[in-house]
């Protein structure tokens, strides 16, 4: 895009684009409705200003006029332009530039993300003046069957209304593109939150109890999702998890031709035994109460209950291993809600819960703090699970206790003359040593005691980040005793700094302010955290909406400003966001500016 035209002060003339945009407000008023060409004919000399801002003057004719359309300069109609048409060289790099701006009565703003069979755009229906999800799928990209599958898709799940799945509104076909469109519910997805750490035990199983509930209406209706997942699970800004992406689903019901035996449809680390082995025909209800158990356990510990380093490993460990228990990947997991999420991972369907109702109302009592109706697993059931799992290595393992106890026992019968005999004289010495050595044992005893002391305060307080008691401890441990453990802390303080843990993505700019006391850091996860430069305690979480590509503090270091292309947010020293136009002149933000060939700001 073009480097917007700076505003005109009351002491300069208008510009060329000024005097455009004004033509525009006046033919808007009067009711009038130019076309794109007569935009063009009038200033040809402004065509590719005129073709980036035509998005946003049809988007401000589909909506209406505000009252202060006077207030409307080139620059605010630029801003409002990039919102909603990237350039060809960014829709080349996102990968959906042979996508067209417009497909039906829904202009695409932006891409959402993409899937096995086609891509997610956030849409404007210009028909119910609407924002909507369309997901599109072209039909010479794709296989006969994936097109199928993905009209199956929205065959089935437009007819479920549930409020904790995400409805389909229409379904279509244009210029080769078939899409169907569904409520745009803006928030995160589960694996969006489980990607910075895992959820409040509590929390979770709320979660999970309001999903299972609306699986258990999904399955009544004859319909299997097989592909649920925290990526398929979304929460709305009021927190409501809602069930989205049916690109799987399977009717009860029907013996469905698009799906061959031996098939594997699914995310690997989030589907059950069955259908990791490609049991298609054996994937029912069951299959979908194991996935929401891998989801309850990713929720609870931050990771899938099997993940490797390739597709077919983490198949072989879905169908022979047992998953690690959650309480040992996270302390704070209650042991009632471990047992309800390794009840869902048993290997067999019929050992799990019956239904996906069942387990929601096992979640709400114990979110009731009522006794649950699962019992964890013996020592001696799982051992029995190992042993069918690998009846060759059991048979051998067996056979060599068996020449183990033999042998054992020979040999420790001639071993007991041997050692009665050396047992009193050991006693004898024994009591020599330690009426001689007393005082120097009670004193080894002591250091020791205190160099064990030391590490473990040595732990703690790296845990805590906190460098200089961690080398005061390292340092006032007997030398004497010094090993692995001592090296290990050692070199993790060496070249030691003040460490800062809080953004979920990568950091990619630190700064300090004017006086040197606060330190903001900027991520790509879309957030300016500011911190005690002395101390590293987090002082403010500032969000902004236009992307994090720099920061800096104001001269008296009271405002800090976040800004990229599409804008800049300004905030005061305790968080508040304000308007770039409550800054005062005596401001000043210093922020690298470079022009690019195609004349973008780069920031």
Known sequence: MTEPTAQPTDNSEPTELDRFIDFFLDAQRQGSQPTLNTFIARYPHLEQEIRELFPAIELMKHFGNSDDDHS???????????S???SSTERHKRGWSDFPLQIGNHRIVRLLGQGGMGQVFLAEDRRLNRLVALKVIKGNSVSESDSKRFQAEASTAAKLKHSNIVPIYEVGEEDGFQYLTMAYVEGQTLAERVAVGPLQPREAAMIICQVARAMAYAHSQGIIHRDLKPANIIEDLLGLPCVMDFGLAK???VDSSLTQSGQILGTPSFMSPEQAGGLNSDVGVPSDVYS?????????TGRPPFVAATVVETLRHILEREPVSPKNLNPAVPRDLETICLKCLQKRPEKRYATAMELGDELQRFLDNRSIHARPVS??????RWTQRNPLLSASLFTALGVFLVSFVLISWSLIQVQQALEAEAIQTKLAVASGN????NAQAE???RYLANMSATASALQLHNVVDAQTFLEDAPSEHRGWEWHHFQNQLDDASLVLNGHSRSVTMVIYSPDGKRLATGSADNTVR????VTGEQQLVLRSKFGVKCISFSDDGERIACGSTRGITFWDSIGREISPRESTNQDSYIFPISKSSDHDLNF
Not at 72 to 82: F, G, T
Not at 438 to 441: G, H, N
């Open 292 to 300: 929401l158990g891998a989801t309850l356990y990713c929720l609870l």
């Open 251 to 253: 009717r009860c019901d």
């Open 379 to 384: 020592s001696g059931e799982k051992v029995l």
């Open 438 to 441: 007393e005082a120097q044992s």
């Open 447 to 449: 250091r020791w005691s």
């Open 84 to 86: 909603f048409q990237l």
């Open 72 to 82: 409307l300069d080139a620059n605010k109609l630029l801003d409002l332009s990039a």
């Open 530 to 533: 500011v911190w005690d430069s």
